[in-house]
């Protein structure tokens, strides 16, 4: 580790995390980045491999995302999907034409016996992307929905098919215990300067990353700053269920909520939290935590959002490196 | 065998035969049609299942077939081949959107175990389609070009990615010596009242059916009229590469040569023969092989047309009936 490293390190869900890597991609060289991806929602349908969250920080990240509808592909269609219909196939996922070829080209390599790393730089690459961009593993991660009722769910079929509605109990991440970091997520944290939890649902997007057998002892090896961006904005989840999901587990649906799940599930890792305006109430408490805070605006509706809060993160966690 | 055996089974290529299939669909109740498809063609390709001339002649029944291409699905559109071919996938293969859920889910249910001829019973009644369409056999057959370089093609190499441009010296059928007719194909072929060879191409459409272990004994055990429709029409093939083969392969590329085709391989096999109004000058000719022969018009514009040909092939059949 020395001073001038400015190597970062983005662990990123959907939608939220892919927000702050891009914010993070106009920020640093794309040698100084690499974004580690949840592949726990990742799952087998139709006979092709789908990874959520890292197409779309591929997507977002090549500005290629669908603006209007806040997932997929920009000028998607739904040709497939009406036919499959009318075929009778599965049809509550929603599989666009354009994001099938994504699954098709990665399936297809998957099958060839790539590893999804190697698939997803391809892909990458394609798409003109720059920055690394890495599945936290190169093995199967599925995050499993433990119900109320009883029922086991396949995180999709929860969050899609089921549209979040069973009450939640907890989550299992089936292989992860026989899953290996990515050979590249390892390295990158070796290389790293800093570390980055992006504001992604801690649960089901944060904790199979954290999880992932050595990945906590790397990070804790690294001994760099470690900072994480509430995803909970004034008591609700900017995107997704986080919001529901802690109601259910009985956790305070706030950001201190969120703060006091990562000090309480990995004590000492992290370095420091970003609290959005909204919630500068909590400052003292979740220092208390332990956590140095910074308050800023952390909903990033624009570019100039993204950039100026990958901009405080940096240099946020900069002011925590060791003199 | 009984006079009142009205049933019919048609041996089936891609367009053409899909065409007199059509007109037989008019002419016959659902119970006496049996539409049987070459499977030489069908190949694997970015991970799916394709069946072309199963799909050709199950879109055309369905009235779904696009009219203006002359293939494929209608109302097709393409964004899901123009996001593959930005991901660098093979795109020599033109993959509609709405063709590629017909893909998706025959390839889900052969990858669940179910056979080729209940996936296409399943997309059958799917599209409302009431006469039966089976696959030649539920077992993988592939018609190999072999070419004057020496090269040995794929048929789907040959026919679309190298738009039959290679000089052909012979075809062909890897897996034939272990594959089955389908048990549907040999149940209707039990019951036929007459078997009509659709205007396909003999060489890569008809022959992989005929030479199906089996199908040859079967069909001269059935001892009911069994007559072919010509392809080639004023030494013209209406589609494909049929002339162009019988070129290479120094056969007269004629509606005769057709005839010397199928009489020299199939000795006896064949009771009648039906030429174009254009190639009447050839019917003495064709008789002297011993295949009584009709004329009329083949050339299918219309739906009148098919249907026209279809009530003639029909009475045709039915006169060579044993009294």
Tied chains: 1, 2.
Excluded at 1 to 28: D, F
Excluded at 277 to 287: I, N, R, T
Aim: aromatic letters at 6%; charged letters at 20%; one cysteine or more.
């Amino acid at each position: 580790m020395s001073e001038a490293n400015t190597s970062v390190v983005a662990l990123s869900g959907g939608v939220g995390g892919a927000k702050l890597a891009l914010g993070l991609s106009q920020q640093l060289d794309p040698a100084d980045l690499t974004v580690v991806c949840n592949t726990g929602d990742d799952f087998e349908h139709l006979g092709v491999t789908i990874c959520p969250d890292l197409d779309t920080v591929l997507y977002t990240l090549a500005d290629w995302n669908n603006k209007e509808l806040g997932w997929g592909q920009a000028e998607e269609s739904w040709q497939f999907l009406e036919a499959l219909r009318r075929l009778g196939g599965e049809d509550w996922f929603s599989l666009g034409d354009r994001d099938m070829a994504t699954h098709i080209v990665r399936t297809e390599l998957l099958e060839a016996g790539q590893s999804l790393s190697s698939v997803i730089a391809h892909l990458a690459t394609k798409m003109g992307i720059t920055h690394r961009v890495l599945p936290m593993s190169d093995e199967p991660v599925r995050t499993q929905v433990l119900t109320q009722s009883g029922e086991r769910l396949m995180f999709q079929h929860y969050f899609v098919r089921d549209r979040c509605e069973p009450a939640v109990t907890g989550f299992e991440f089936a292989g992860i215990e026989n899953a290996r970091p990515s050979s590249g997520f390892l390295e990158a944290l070796q290389r790293a300067g800093s570390i980055i939890v992006c504001p992604s649902n801690p649960f089901v997007s944060v904790d199979p990353i954290l999880r992932l057998p050595g990945v906590e002892q790397a990070i804790r090896a690294a001994e760099v700053p470690v900072i994480v961006v509430s995803n909970i904005v004034g008591g609700q989840a900017l995107k997704g269920p986080a919001a529901k999901m802690m109601t259910e587990l009985e956790i305070p649906m706030t950001a201190l909520g969120v703060a006091q799940h990562y000090a309480g599930q990995y004590p000492g890792l992290f370095s420091g939290f970003v609290l959005d305006s909204e919630d500068e109430a909590l400052q003292e408490a979740v220092e208390a935590l332990g956590l140095p805070t910074i308050v800023t605006n952390t909903v990033m509706l624009t570019l100039h959002d993204k950039t100026e809060l990958a901009r405080e993160c940096l240099a946020f966690a900069d002011s925590l490196k060791l003199p």
